[in-house]
């Protein structure tokens, strides 16, 4: 049985051609990649499959209940999607064109915890996300 067609029925879903191929969109993603339902619609589009919007939305709604994917929120009511990781990442995003890059840095998980740690919390959660313009390849690792 494929990957996504086991991963789709442990987390409770019917396994169905939409689903799976959106899940499939998602797990050959690269590293950092976000993609809003309308990129994920578009992919399957140019792959001749024939998937409405309405039910891209549906179905990422249901992975994101069944714990399948992130959502992250950006200013401009901008949602991107991304399938659920363990590690902590961060995101920066521009404002013009709204790339959006991956970020993580131990000096500043550290600091949050001790941000957390000083006002009486133990951190279980957070988000980071910063926002500026976009300029090209300068901080690319």
Do not use: W
Not at 12 to 26: A, C, D, F, N, S
Not at 60 to 74: D, K, N, S, Y
Not at 97 to 104: L, P, T, Y
């Amino acid at each position: 049985m494929p990957l996504e067609n086991q991963e789709l029925r442990k987390a409770g879903l019917k396994v169905t051609l939409p689903r799976v191929k959106i899940y499939q969109i998602l797990e050959r993603a690269q590293e950092g990649d976000h993609f809003s339902a309308e990129d994920i619609y578009k992919m399957l589009m140019e792959s001749g499959e024939d998937v409405g919007l309405a039910t891209v939305y549906r179905v990422l709604t249901q992975f994101e209940a069944a714990g399948l994917v992130t959502r992250h929120h950006f200013e401009g009511g901008h949602s991107v999607f991304e399938l659920s990781r363990d590690e902590h990442h961060d995101h920066i995003v521009c404002v013009k064109s709204g790339v959006v890059k991956e970020f993580s840095d131990p000096r500043l998980n550290e600091l949050l915890e001790e941000i957390a740690t000083n006002n009486g919390f133990t951190l279980t959660d957070r988000t980071v996300y910063l926002y500026g313009v976009y300029t090209g390849d300068q901080g690319d690792k």
